[in-house]
């Protein structure tokens, strides 16, 4: 039996960090919002539907989401070095593969719908953070929507299962190690439209992941619902 | 200078009839959903714009107002890009020229096509910049919406280059409440302020008046009711705004 684990910053296995949402930060753009896990703060602004270039990539049948993510320079402890990385590419495409399924694109055929995120703090979870602030802008852009997205990391520190990491316990190195298990969830439904594994993990435990995923999720739902509500009923 | 205030206001009604499924009746029931949120449970209800059924519950599809009006439950946007319809007024800038018409640019994912044919007089083709040149700001109508791009028309009262005054933008989704019912608040703020208004569905707004003092102020109104989407009564508390400013 393994000893009671103790989190770092003192929260319960499966309490959130607190969580900020605000609705409407970027006047400039058709939609943007702001979501924070404590010390992981990511903006994103939603501009479109507007006219893809290159024609090329223009599908006359459907729409076409593009999702942008970037790490600010100033927002990690080392600077980091501005422009695309391997690492933000691919978190820009998952973040599209986890926002697409619920977003009705063949409203608006050859047209593209851009999400830019940008990290302006980091403390880990960006990706999390990045995918509940875009699912809020693009809900703020008017875009036909079938439900919300809610996304948290799962992870596990030795044998404990934990929710939504920071930087320090993501660096947890004492017996099985530490593991990222990032989610995301449709807010009314069962699905999953996202689940990525950094670490190792016992198969059988996945399932447990989903349910604490789901979860946390629940909670994350109701930060958004309240910030999106809050603009209109102002 | 172009054609004055009552003209206007009719040609204000008309956008108002346009407003693509927004209505302004008092009686129906407001309030804000998210995408995904039940607004109303039981067989009774249809679902409108913006809605759909999913079982026995009507669901919202966007974020915005929902109303219910009868059996019809529907959600209104507030915020977001402008989406052309057929019979939007619109106000756009031309961006380029071709041989059959010009290229207009009108604040949303398509450009709009204004036909040579369809200006209200006779244009030169050797001089097509006479009429219309590049960088001219004009209202038109959306006479289609194609999958190959949106047809303008400016055949009608109203419609035409713009000149003099200036133009802003609000958010696009405003523009009904801006009108009013029946064009009552856009009445309302030419009155008081002495200006010819123009607004295009696209949330382009020409102000057009006497004195720049008069046009800064009818701009200020309008970003008033811009602003207050929930606001039940707006047309007294845009009253009592012109008192006090």
Known sequence: ?234 | MRRQTNEEQEFNEESEISAAGVSEDPHAKRKAVIPGEIIVSGEDFLPGEGARREGNDIVSARFGLAEQAGRIVKVLAVTGAFIPRRNNVVIGRVTNITFRGWVVDIDSAADGFLPIEESPRFVNKNAMDQYLAIGDVIAAKIWSVGGKGIDLSLRGKGFGKLEGGFIFRVIPNRVPRIIGREGSMISLIKDKTGCGITVGQNGWIWINGPTIEAQVRARKAIEFVADKVFVEGLTEKVEEWFEKN
Request: glycine fraction near 6%; proline fraction near 5%.
């Open chain 1, 1 to 234: 039996m393994a000893k009671e684990h103790k989190r770092p910053d003192g929260r319960g296995l499966t309490e959130l960090r607190p969580m900020t949402a605000k609705v409407g930060v970027i006047p400039n753009a058709d939609g943007s919002a702001m979501f924070a896990f404590g010390n992981t703060v990511a903006i994103a602004a939603v501009y479109g539907p507007r006219q893809l270039h290159p024609q090329h990539m223009q599908d006359p049948a459907s729409g076409v989401l593009r999702v942008n993510y970037d790490l600010l320079s100033f927002s990690v402890y080392d600077r980091k070095k501005p422009g695309p990385s391997r690492r933000s590419q691919e978190i820009s495409k998952v973040t599209e593969w986890a926002l697409s399924p619920v977003i009705d694109l063949a409203a608006f055929p050859s047209t593209v719908i851009d999400v830019q995120i940008y990290i302006i703090q980091a403390d880990a979870g960006t990706r999390t953070a990045g995918i509940n602030a875009a699912s809020m802008a693009l809900a703020h852009a008017g875009i036909p929507m079938r439900d919300l997205i809610c996304s948290v990391a799962v992870g596990k520190q030795d044998k404990a299962l934990v929710v939504d990491l920071t930087k320090e316990e993501e660096d947890f190195e004492e017996g099985e190690g530490a593991t990222d298990f990032a989610v995301a969830k449709v807010a009314n439904s069962d699905e999953f439209t996202l689940l990525q594994l950094d670490g190792k993990i016992q198969p059988e435990i996945v399932k447990e992941v989903t349910r604490i995923g789901a979860e946390a999720c629940k909670k994350i739902y109701e930060v958004q619902k309240k910030a999106l509500k809050e603009v209109i009923e102002k």
